[in-house]
């Protein structure tokens, strides 16, 4: 599902931030692991208890100061990032250096966390203007403030549960005691060192990353057309998006644009569901309220009575 139209065993490509979970193995094609620095500085910043470092992947190509492009030396029919798009410092400059980097009509296929489900939660949606800012910038590390926020608010988040709706999600418990202190010491060690710290970046929603595109495209900031964009599956963190490489304008606009359409006809379905599920649960709640109470307990024999001579 993640991978989309690529084929990895009849094409060459790209995996950025594989980690110790690689989606594509090097027996199944001819795939590079690219990060952001080499395999024992990944392994020995880790953040996430979900990673040992011990299995993560050896980089093949370290993507720092040189373009992409540069770093393979030939183009590529493909890039794939699962969960690394939140994590880069300047995505508008990132999504150009991956289209440089791609043969024409090259594909590149995203996996994005869904703020609604995850550790996010607390955040504020990343907005098109904060996305150009960094782009002007040319940013090559978090803002202390991205650092802040990722540390201070990250929440323990049940998937499932949030699905569901959290009564109050000022209930959720904080990752640390420490957190705010925490976060502090770390957004003043990027001021004053400009230390590359790992955070998330921005935060998104399957309705606002595709809101940004579309604000993006406007300015011709955005070099994809959109293949295939699939919301967060019910019970799960993460949408997809399969983007291909196009210089087509109007096919762009044209794909974001009925992307968008379509996610939100499907989110006014599912919330008509929604809404007939918890009228349905409502009702069989009456129902059983009414079979305990003393009422339907007396008339009980009547009732058989009436079943028996109809």
Known sequence: MILGPIAPAKMRGVEIGALCNPLIRKNEGDVLYVDYADTE???ANQFSDSVQPEDI???????????????????????????VIEHVPDVIGWLWEIHDALCEEGYLSLAIPDR????????????????IQAYLEKRRIPTPAQKFDFTSLWRHVDTQEAWRGY???????????????????????????????DCHCWVFTPESFLKCLVLLDRLDLFPFEVVNFLDSPQDEME????????????????SIGAALDDLRRAQAIFADASAMEAEIHS??????????????????PLRKLRERFA
Do not use: M
């Not at 069989?284 to 009422?295: H, Q």
């Open 41 to 43: 500085h990944l392994r």
């Open 57 to 83: 992947v050896e980089v093949d190509i370290v993507w720092g100061e040189k373009p992409l492009a540069d770093c393979l030396g030939k183009p590529v029919d493909y890039v794939v990032a699962v969960h």
């Open 116 to 131: 609604r489900y995850t550790f996010d939660i607390l955040r504020p949606e990343s907005t098109a203007g904060e996305l």
């Open 167 to 197: 009564p109050d999600l000022n209930a959720l418990r904080p990752v640390g005691p420490e957190n705010v202190e925490v976060a502090f010491a770390q957004a003043k060690e990027i001021h004053e060192t400009g230390r590359y710290l």
């Open 239 to 254: 949408f997809l998006i399969h983007l291909r490489k196009s210089g087509d304008r109007a096919n762009r606009s044209a």
């Open 283 to 300: 009702l069989r709640a009456e129902i059983d309220a009414l079979k305990a109470s003393t009422s339907w307990r007396i008339t009980q």
